[in-house]
């Protein structure tokens, strides 16, 4: 489904203060943009139930919606706060409850911290990963934490910096999904921090436009995302059987989509859509 109106000058990010976006220093094909995009639109058709990519617009927007409402409260956010924040990130859920046993002052006011606008968003992330010390695993999960707290309480103004959108140690995320002959690449020259990912997310905004879509392109190009990063992770995983232990449905192609996005918890579900997909 397209979003069309009288066509528009490309959607802008509205940039945070001493934040430009840097352009890509890789070439992505957007004969693999269509291609994801289709395989997209295929799955959500083939569901059953659900109106389309709408729905998943919608579901999204709700999750931004619970996101903003949270970070309005700026030091006032508590622990009940943060609770209902990690129910909607795949990669916290279950490490969340006994973090906060653990070090529930330290995590409520690591949150506190990263949602003021006092320093550079790429440093306010990297202070809140350094909550976990030398324990890589939570180290990881709370960078996905912050990712997702910054980008879904002003989705047009910071991407995504999840791990599966971008892992510069590992040289892989969904990035690389996008560049074709990724497989033969030693290197893969992508920077890191959000200057990099807004020039990135600004090629995907003006290759959608031209090929429809005004509207809600944050999140239409975090479907791509998530899309391409899922299609690696089972092409990579189903051999070893991976995918169906840790994710679930091994016949439900959105599976991953939605629990990656966090839309299959309660305030991000996807709206009488749950018997279809889960």
Partial sequence: MRWFRKPAEVVKDEAVPDLTP??????????????????????????????????????????????????????????????????????????????????????????????RPDFHPDERLQSFADLAGDDRKLRRGLWDFGSEILHFADPEALPLANRWVWDSGTTAGAMREFIRGNDTLREIPIDDGYAALLGMRQWFYEALHDMGFYRDLHFVTDLLWVQAYSDYAKSLSMSLGLIDAQFGAREDPLELVVKLLGIDSPEGRLKGEQASLH
């Fill in 22 to 115: 840097v352009p890509p220093r890789v070439t992505f094909d957007r004969d693999i943009l269509a291609t994801k995009l289709n395989t997209l639109q295929e799955n959500i058709a083939d569901a059953g139930g659900v109106q389309g990519l709408q729905t998943f617009i919608e579901a999204l927007q709700s999750k931004h919606e619970v996101f903003a409402g949270v970070v309005a409260r700026g030091d006032e956010i508590d622990d009940t706060d943060v609770r209902t924040l990690g129910g909607l990130v795949f990669s916290v859920r279950r490490k969340l409850g006994p973090l906060l046993a653990e070090r529930q002052g330290a995590v409520v006011e690591g949150v506190r911290s990263l949602v």
